[in-house]
Nanobody
Framework: VQLQASGGGLVQAGGSLRLACAAS????????IGWFRQAPGRAREFVSA???????YYAEPVKGRFTISRDNAKNTVYLQVSSLKPEDTAVYYC?????????????????WGQGTQVTVSS
């Protein structure tokens, strides 16, 4: 599967964006899809995931502010990021995992898209 992330940009604190992870090659519902982010000088961290069965998972810092969803017809997973804070600034990556159980570990994901930059100004 090939993944293409998009939707990043520059936004003021409190604003929103919708990130998209478009899949090609296989149906996105065949995988667990995760979103990770990496800020300069920091390790890549788990943000959210949606399992093949539709289960949704979020890291604590983004609970209540980010929403993950999947559109099977468009073969795309979305991450709605709202109430953004400057500390959300990072490159956001989507990744696919072959097995049905989600993971917060980036090493468990098999396929990666290129990142999309999210910059939140204060």
């Amino acid at each position: 599967v090939q993944l293409q992330a998009s939707g990043g940009g520059l936004v003021q604190a409190g604003g929103s964006l919708r990130l998209a992870c478009a899949a090609s090659g296989r149906t996105v519902s065949s995988y667990t899809i995760g979103w990770f982010r990496q800020a300069p000088g920091r390790a890549r961290e788990f943000v959210s995931a949606i399992s093949w069965s539709g289960g949704k998972y979020y890291a604590e810092p983004v609970k209540g502010r980010f929403t993950i969803s999947r559109d099977n017809a468009k073969n795309t997973v979305y991450l709605q990021v709202s109430s953004l804070k400057p500390e959300d600034t990072a490159v956001y990556y989507c990744a696919a995992k072959n097995t049905k159980y989600y993971s917060t570990e980036s090493d468990d994901y098999d396929y990666w898209g290129q990142g999309t930059q999210v910059t939140v100004s204060s």
